[in-house]
């Protein structure tokens, strides 16, 4: 258990608000990722974070963003949600060092009518 | 183009009935192979790292092993809460200092009592 908890666990907006989800963990991992699943497209990466105020984009970035002011929060926003957007949104966050493993949330289900 | 392929998609299995899952890789310079499990509406649970060919890692009923294209996750005499999807996810010396994983789409287990 790596100390991770995601916020909201489950949203329901509409299209063309902003929505932020927040990630937040207790062991000051240096890494942290935001991830969206669906199926036939597994996880794919959104963002993510290498320290405080460095991020960089993942493979799906766009309609996204996200800051990281603090070591233990990470949050994505959605800038003008899209129906596209709808899915199950996890954050991951991997120590530093030599191991690469990463460790999940428990996710937010958002959904975007 | 560095990619995982997980096979098959999904199995279903008697209690006690053993098998194996798959995860193929083309990637050049593996630098470690990843397993996860993921039960449903719950985030990836890391379960093995496996790093060079040969390589083998045991928890429970599970065991990894590794050679140069492909890894296997045996499971030996499963039961109903060995169902989940397992993710199987590989780094490669691309990812430099971010650590993005290029990750499966998963198998889908089944375990029947």
């Known amino acids: 258990d790596a100390g991770i908890t995601q916020s909201p666990r489950h949203k329901v907006t509409e299209t063309g608000t902003p929505v932020t989800l927040r990630c937040h963990q207790t062991?000051?991992?240096?890494?942290m990722y935001w991830y969206r699943q669906d199926p036939g497209h597994g996880l794919r990466l959104i963002h993510y974070?290498?320290?405080?105020?460095?991020?960089d984009k993942g493979e799906v970035s766009d309609g996204y963003s996200v800051s990281r002011s603090k070591t233990e929060d990470f949050l994505l926003t959605l800038e003008s949600a899209t129906s596209s957007q709808t899915s199950v949104y996890f954050c991951a966050v991997s120590r530093d060092g030599s191991s690469y493993e990463q460790y999940f949330g428990p996710g937010t289900r958002l959904t975007v009518t | 183009e560095d990619q995982v392929t997980q096979s098959p998609e999904a199995l279903r299995l008697q209690e006690g009935e053993s098998s194996s899952l798959n995860c193929s890789y083309t990637v050049s310079g593996l630098r470690g192979l990843f397993w996860y499990r993921q039960d449903p509406g719950k985030g990836p649970e890391f379960l093995f790292t496996l790093y060079s060919a040969g390589e083998e890692k045991e928890k429970e009923r599970l065991k990894a092993t590794l050679t140069k294209k492909e890894s296997f996750l045996h499971i030996t005499a499963p039961k109903p809460e060995d169902s989940a999807t397992y993710l199987c996810a590989v780094r490669t010396p691309n990812a430099g200092n971010n650590r993005k994983l290029i990750w499966g789409l998963g198998t889908s287990l089944a375990v029947n009592p």
């Open positions: 974070s290498y320290g405080v105020k460095d991020t």
């Open positions: 062991e000051n991992h240096r890494y």
